[in-house]
């Protein structure tokens, strides 16, 4: 089993940064892509951004130009840098590590973007 632990989330005014990190731990042997998830109330959860043990990333469109995901393959942690944050970027923040062909998910963590 791999467990994820999710840290970053907080309150934080329109405009201003905040900085997610998600550390793996456990079985851990090659982790593959990693992601950030979010989920408002009442929706789906969706995409946010990815990244490939490589460093090839892919963003939600909604978020290109404004957020950034990174990892560290010898911490085994994922990062993501969210910049000019919104209000509709409020929701729970969730991690997800692949690694052969499970897929493990962390906790959550809440961003809340208001004045």
């Known amino acids: 089993q791999v467990q994820l632990v999710e840290s970053g989330g907080g309150l934080v005014q329109p405009g201003g940064s905040l900085r997610l990190s998600c550390a793996a731990s456990?079985?851990?042997?090659?982790?593959?892509?990693m992601g950030w998830y979010r989920q408002a109330p009442g929706k789906q959860r969706d995409l946010v951004a990815s990244?490939?043990?490589?460093?090839?990333?892919n963003y939600a469109d909604s978020v290109k130009g404004r957020f950034t995901i990174s990892r560290d393959n010898a911490k085994n942690t994922v990062y993501l840098q969210m910049n000019s944050l919104k209000p509709e970027d409020t929701a729970t923040y969730y991690c997800k590590v692949d690694q052969a062909m499970s897929a493990y998910w962390g906790q959550g963590t809440q961003v809340t973007v208001s004045s």
């Open positions: 990244i490939t043990r490589g460093g090839s990333s």
């Open positions: 456990g079985s851990i042997f090659k982790l593959n892509a």
